[in-house]
């Protein structure tokens, strides 16, 4: 639980939106084709390719909001692949620099929102324990504002569901320390509010394995073991095409088989 735990809030952003349905659109001006020729690539798990041309796009148009988006979402992904927190930290910060000039561009929009919430969890991450408590309590406000723009909006639920779900099972040493700084921890957070938002983000994307796998875990923590083996069993049904995905299909299989034996 421990490790999960601290992996808690990236994945958020790491299978947060499939390529094919994150951020399309958004205002984007000029280098049309650049921004065809990038989301193509995307929508091929090409990843490091489409940022390229995001960047790209950036370097002669600074406040395409769509490429700022995009561009924190795959800096986010990319970064959390190394094991070396070094290289992990110059992708998370440039996820956070991206995310911030698209919030400062619309800061009621459900993506600059969303995209704030994943580049300050991934980077809280990598950060000490004074400010990953603060990254984490911070990106509550951008969730929030992300589902007020867009109750449908199935990262932003994934997320909000990883944050109770992080929050509900602080340690004693976190407990006190979100106290001392914030004033206390959240009283809405719980293990059931953290599998209805995840339950939510599978009614708007009822593809995504790693919702499936994050609900698991949580209704593994609530000793919930037959909607957690409901969950996996729904989760092993879903077409693969990544090898996170088929990473994530390995662990839902390994943790059905551990729980059909309780």
Same mark, same amino acid.
């Given at each position: 639980?421990?490790?999960y735990? #601290? ?8 299978c947060?939106?499939?390529p ?6 958004g205002?984007a001006s000029?280098? @049309?084709?650049?921004?065809k020729?990038?989301?193509q ?5 090409k990843?490091?390719e ?6 790209? &796009? =950036? $370097? ?12 924190s979402f795959l ?10 927190e070094?290289? #992990?930290?110059?992708h998370?910060?440039?996820? /956070?620099?991206?995310a =911030?000039k ?7 929009d459900?993506?600059?929102n969303?995209?704030?919430?994943v ?6 991450? &990598?950060?000490g324990p004074?400010e990953? =408590? ?5 990106m509550? !406000?951008?969730v929030?504002?992300?589902? $007020? ?7 932003a ?8 779900y #992080?929050?509900?099972?602080l340690?004693?040493?976190? /407990? $006190?320390?979100t106290k001392?700084?914030?004033?206390g &921890?959240c009283?809405?957070? @719980?293990n059931?509010?953290a $599998?209805?938002?995840?339950? #939510?983000?599978?009614t708007?994307?009822?593809n995504?394995?790693q919702?499936?796998?994050d609900?698991a875990? &949580?209704y593994?923590?609530m /000793?919930? @073991?037959t909607?957690?083996i ?5 989760a092993l049904t879903?077409?693969?095409e ?6 994530? !299909?390995?662990?839902?299989s390994?943790?059905?088989q551990q729980q059909?034996?309780?």
């Amino acid at each position: 639980m421990k490790q999960y735990l #601290k992996a808690v809030i990236l994945a958020c952003t790491l299978c947060a939106a499939s390529p094919a349905n994150a951020w399309a659109g958004g205002g984007a001006s000029g280098n @049309t084709e650049l921004m065809k020729r990038a989301e193509q690539l995307l929508n091929s798990y090409k990843e490091s390719e489409a940022l390229r041309l995001y960047e790209q &796009v =950036l $370097a002669e148009s600074p406040e395409n909001y769509a490429a700022l988006c995009k561009a924190s979402f795959l800096h986010t992904r990319i970064g959390d692949r190394f094991l070396d927190e070094t290289r #992990k930290l110059e992708h998370f910060s440039k996820a /956070k620099e991206y995310a =911030l000039k698209a919030y400062e561009l619309q800061p009621e929009d459900a993506e600059a929102n969303y995209a704030m919430a994943v580049a300050l969890g991934a980077k809280a991450m &990598v950060s000490g324990p004074k400010e990953r =408590l603060a990254g984490i309590h911070q990106m509550k !406000s951008f969730v929030d504002a992300a589902l $007020a723009d867009n109750n449908q909006h199935a990262g932003a639920w994934h997320i909000l569901g990883r944050w109770n779900y #992080k929050m509900a099972n602080l340690n004693f040493a976190e /407990k $006190a320390a979100t106290k001392m700084l914030f004033g206390g &921890v959240c009283g809405e957070a @719980t293990n059931e509010s953290a $599998a209805e938002a995840i339950e #939510k983000a599978i009614t708007y994307d009822p593809n995504n394995i790693q919702y499936y796998y994050d609900l698991a875990c &949580v209704y593994k923590e609530m /000793k919930n @073991t037959t909607a957690c083996i409901s969950t996996l069993q729904k989760a092993l049904t879903l077409p693969l095409e990544t090898k996170e995905e088929l990473e994530l !299909s390995r662990r839902c299989s390994i943790m059905l088989q551990q729980q059909q034996k309780i």
